[in-house]
């Protein structure tokens, strides 16, 4: 389970899916790319192209099996078997010693290809669908200021949501981050080797995303000013749009205005209707 967190809410958890499970209530992105064959045209490419077919030889060499008894996916099975160990226990799995550094950025992008075009950027829709969670956030970040304007004590200093990769990817990618000047593809993997989106460095295990808001005071005048950072990982993400540490309340809902004001996920997630019509002779 990955952390996602946000700027504690007394009382008991409740549970709101259709706010951090958006995607599993999105019809458009159910049909079009949950359950559409061809979504993920890419990730299937890149499992029969020439990188994965390399691994798919030397790992059947090694294992002394006929290379016609392994496929992309089993191989996908015994990299996540070794990484899993190394990564929960400590272990190295026999299953790391089949495998060498080159392989493993290879199943790194085949796995960062999956998740770039069904989480990531790959689709206006992934990110779109988390509209409302995006709304959510800067809601609270508004009452906050709001109760500290009237010197009211800020009823949930500390607000925690709790998701998953699915629920950060898409988030991350509305507002900007990790994008790359060309879209990943089953055919470029060596124009890609230096890309932003690395899904394993974005959202590893226990990953969360953090907005900090700052109540400043000008010692030279008595303006008050209300400024936001962000952390990813709980390191300090530069703003998308100034690549500053923080930014001014303000600023910030500037540049993301038509996502607060335009953005509707009713909207967004309602599939396009089809005309049945048709004129009779």
Not at 175 to 202: C, V, W
Not at 221 to 238: D, I, S
Request: net charge negative.
């Amino acid at each position: 389970v990955h952390l996602f967190q946000t700027h504690m809410e007394c009382g008991p958890p409740r549970i709101n899916d259709k706010l951090m499970r958006f995607f599993d209530h999105c019809e458009k992105f159910l049909t079009e790319v949950e359950k559409n064959a061809t979504a993920l045209y890419h990730v299937e490419a890149f499992k029969t192209g020439p990188e994965m077919q390399n691994i798919l030889k030397k790992v059947a060499a090694t294992l002394q099996v006929p290379v016609n008894n392994l496929n992309a996916d089993l191989i996908q099975v015994a990299f996540f078997t070794c990484s899993f160990d190394l990564a929960i226990k400590g272990v190295k799995s026999p299953w790391c010693d089949v495998f060498d550094i080159d392989d493993a950025k290879v199943l790194e992008y085949l796995n960062d290809l999956k998740q770039y075009w069904k989480r990531g950027y790959g689709y206006t829709i992934n990110s779109r669908s988390s509209c409302t969670l995006f709304q959510d956030i800067f809601q609270h970040l508004d009452k906050a200021i709001e109760q500290k304007q009237r010197s009211q004590p800020v009823s949930s200093p500390v607000v925690l949501q709790f998701g998953h990769a699915e629920t950060l990817l898409p988030l991350l990618s509305l507002m900007g981050y990790f994008k790359d000047k060309e879209p990943l593809t089953a055919y470029n993997y060596k124009e890609q080797m230096h890309r932003k989106f690395r899904s394993g460095h974005i959202v590893p295990y226990a990953s969360n995303l953090m907005f900090v808001l700052y109540h400043c005071k000008n010692a030279k005048t008595p303006k008050e000013e209300f400024r936001v950072q962000m952390l990813l990982n709980e390191k300090v993400l530069p703003l998308a749009h100034s690549q500053e540490t923080a930014s001014l309340y303000e600023d910030l809902k500037e540049h993301y205005r038509d996502l607060l004001q335009s953005c509707r996920a009713s909207d967004e997630c309602e599939l396009p209707k089809v005309n049945n019509t048709s004129d009779e002779l």
